[in-house]
């Protein structure tokens, strides 16, 4: 907090005392989204690439000068970020690209990237003192405050849509969150929550208006940079459901850039589902966001009415990148091809950005020579059902050797 | 490979070369499981506990010494081992334990501790030259088998009984293995793995006869150990199916305690699942296995004909330790009871030792003021159906507050 100047509105630039549960700019309302401002001198002062690489913490409390926290905080004791990153010759070749780089953010906590957001939460929850977090989310934003929450004794409330997977809603209770799900659409369940926050005072986990949140998700963009060694690939992709998590890349970004720790800085791919894509439509047509339909089983991006669509225009637009869309059935082609090029299983949203890449390569807005990081967002275990879908059914068989010998022929298994 | 003496028979301690694709006694068969026998005092020449701090890889390839591989073979690129380990105080109390350490071995790349001996696997059907690893599983050992493989561009082949949990077969098609579906028990699995391997001469991971997927196993217990700073809580529990896991740990504390890493060993708890303990059994009465029922839903450890009881039993009695059954009840209940106080969503199998804990302590074999430390083997969400069992289901509301001020004073939200 010590390197905190103030929160300034995106819309109109006034500015405020960063209170843990400051939200929204006091005279531009809903569309006064807030951004926190760091001291860039005083963190240069203190802090620089060496001293992190010393940092034998591997979590993304290692990043701490650029996180809007009380160093003294208590934080949820569960290990967030440190995800590996992984170079993959045979998928770029299917992609068409000469280098592609992974990043298996499934790998957090409860299961996905959102844990770099929610524990900020969870901190922030403690400093303005409050015992209940809440939160609508499709899931994975929900699972991970529940999670986190559950880590440090607090109590969350979760509104999620009708149609959650079952898999992120049992996640759900068994951290013991008081779950509600609303019979509607994302929209009904995010107005929901927002009125029982405003009516019972909890503290408001919603990404896209509470301003330390994308704070949180930046978190993978800079352990993304440490791990190139402070030289990121020529793109960094990443899908876009309510916009939070890419403005958490360009957040990410143009900190790194103002403490030199970059010299430059990549190009930024968003994907969205073409089911659902308010965002991309947005920003090729240069207006105002309509909202949509929410019609993807890529359900963590299928956000039809997504409120952190302005700073999501803005970081792609600030880092010269580009938005594409994607079909389900590209979704569930590239969860199987990066299962089985990589052995890592992600969810749909999560590979929903390898088809974008299939997608910019073809149209020439990555080149095959350009170098490629993509952040794997959440895991494929959270949704089994589109799993079956895209991986099909096992063969079933009696305990007999002359039904396995035609699998192995059919297989081509007595060629390899 | 260096460090290998040779791999010694446990029946009657004949010794053979480490030939990758050794798996049993030329003498005793199926009775003679092989052990790999290092040379302590070479590995203790040339490395010891600073060096292993000072390695910047998190993995459990920062053990290479003890792993029984030629250091040049290529290894599966995916990040294996280092796993969280977190103290919980609330947990504690509910258990009747002063202090408990929860080691997430769930974080693994394809979900379970399952990924140390795979990864073991395919580095070995490599040095043999192979390019099919088989393997029959109840599941995550045929994930990881998978996982790797797929990272490795090997081809799996994997066999699993006909209850395998659909999440677990769907990871599995993802990965890009051939699945056989044995429309029988794990047997019966076991069985047809066993001839079809023999028959095309494909790369055999079933973990009790393979004797080098032990040694992946022991790094569990070796990344333990050197993060509670070689100085091992008084008791650490694991649950026990195949026996392997607890013969690993067995295994594991005897290199430490031969190289000196550690003063004292700790005593080692085995946990069975009462509709399937027939290791417990054996362990109680000091008779040769039964073959028994496979009735659990902790279906990662419900083995009737367990291939490794004897290394099983073995690791107890050489570590002062104890064996406990508990019931698929008390199995649901931990499910619950860890995630609502810790944020760890573990698989029934990876719970049940928290059962064990309880267990253990009424009974008095664990005493109130010992320190305690548990591996959680396998991520919850692997087996959702299961943790559904334990959950319950959340409120369904209509986007109505009226609707929603009843849940709030239904569950004392108001209160807190």
Known sequence: MQYIKDLACINCGKTFFPDPDKYLCSDCGEKGLLEVEYNYGLISRDWNPRIISENPDPSHWRYLPLLPVNPDSPRPPLRVGGTPL??????????????????????????????????????????????????????????????????????????????????????????????????????????????????????????????????????AVLELAEQFNWDLPDWVVLTVGDGCTIAGAGKALRDLQELEFIKKKPRLLGVQASGCSPITRAWKEGKPLEVCEENSLADSIAVGNPRNWQKAIRAVRDNSGAMVNVSDEEILEMMGLLGRKSGVFGEPAGVAGLAGIRRAVREGIIGKKEKVGIIITGNGLKDIDSARKAAGEPYRLAPDLGRMEEVVLKEGLDEL
Chains 1, 2 share one sequence.
């Open 86 to 219: 992984y170079r993959n010759v045979s998928l770029g070749e299917e992609l068409g690209l000469e280098e592609i780089w992974i990043k298996d953010d499934g790998l957090n906590p409860t299961g996905s990237l959102k844990d770099r957001a929610s524990s900020l939460a969870v901190v922030k929850a403690g400093e303005a003192g409050m015992k209940i977090v809440a939160c609508s989310s499709t899931g994975n934003a929900a699972s991970s405050l529940a999670g986190n929450a559950a880590a440090s004794g607090m109590q969350a409330v979760i509104f999620v849509p009708r149609r959650a997977p079952g898999g992120k809603v049992a996640q759900l209770m068994i951290f013991g969150a008081v779950v509600i799900s609303v019979q509607g659409s994302y929209s009904d369940a995010y107005d929901l929550s927002a009125s029982s926050i405003d009516r019972w005072a909890w503290y408001n986990r919603n990404a896209a208006i509470n301003p330390y949140l994308v704070e949180g998700k930046k978190t």
